[in-house]
């Protein structure tokens, strides 16, 4: 497959604290790329920074590249409206506005202009049958989000991103805050998205990086130690590091 994001040597610091070392990775369109590993290591720092999300931070400096089909996303002149059109991301918990279902997947073409007032319902529906949703909430489009359960209100936070159209879908710890019955629907849903867009997941679960993912890297202390295919990471890592975090022995 292609890849559809290069990081090239990608240094990164809070203050003095350096936060991302020299990181380079690929990452291929449409498949599923895990981070891993202890808490601490950089895995939400290189995620967010995709989308420049840490770009308000005091004392948060980064320097190298990241290439979304070719642009440089580090570039001051990067347009961040589109960027975030194009990269979305998804919290470790879910974030609805507080509006309706119906709303809260209409805010983004509304915000960018994508579709017309008579085009939002069939793109509300779409965005919400690409996330298994529509059948569970067609009939309550007017509720306020805040009601549905942590795991729908979840997908409908992925159903606000895919209304837009994105390239990449940026997922930090998605399931972090779900139930084992919530986290198995949004695991079927990642395989269902990657037919067509690429998934970058943090996860502090090994067993799900093994489960969903078809690329993993392992960061330790702002190192990208080991990055390739996942049944090679899992089943015969390269670096030492690597093995004793993946069998316990380390984090």
Not at 124 to 133: M, N, P
Request: hydrophobic share 40%; glycine share 6%; net charge negative.
């Amino acid at each position: 497959m292609n890849s559809i994001l290069e990081i090239k040597n990608v240094n990164a610091y809070y203050g003095v604290f350096h936060a991302l070392k020299s990181v380079s990775m690929s990452v291929r369109e449409r498949a599923i790329t895990a981070i891993i590993g202890p808490s601490g290591c950089g895995k939400s720092t290189l995620v967010r920074s995709i989308n420049r999300m840490n770009d308000h931070i005091p004392g948060w400096t980064i320097s190298g590249e990241m290439l979304l089909d070719g642009e440089n996303l580090l570039d001051r002149k990067c347009d961040l409206i589109n960027l975030r059109k194009r990269a979305g991301m998804v919290f470790q918990r879910p974030n609805p506005f507080p509006i309706s279902v119906f709303e809260n997947v209409a805010y983004g073409p509304r915000i960018h202009g994508t579709v017309s007032r008579r085009e939002l319902p069939a793109v509300v529906e779409k965005s919400l049958r690409a996330t298994g949703l529509w059948d569970e909430v067609k009939d309550r489009l007017d509720t306020i989000a805040l009601r549905l359960s942590p795991e729908q209100q979840q997908r409908l936070c992925i159903s606000r991103l895919v209304a837009v159209e994105p390239e990449v879908l940026l997922m930090d710890e998605p399931c972090s805050a779900l139930d084992p019955a919530g986290i198995q629907k949004i695991e079927e849903l990642m395989q269902e998205l990657k037919k067509n867009y690429t998934i970058v997941i943090v996860t502090h679960n090994m067993h799900q990086a093994a489960r969903v993912s078809d690329e993993t890297g392992f960061m330790l202390l702002g190192d990208l130690v080991e990055f390739g295919d996942t049944v090679q990471i899992f089943e015969a890592p390269r670096d030492t590091r690597t093995e004793e975090y993946i069998t316990g022995r380390y984090g």
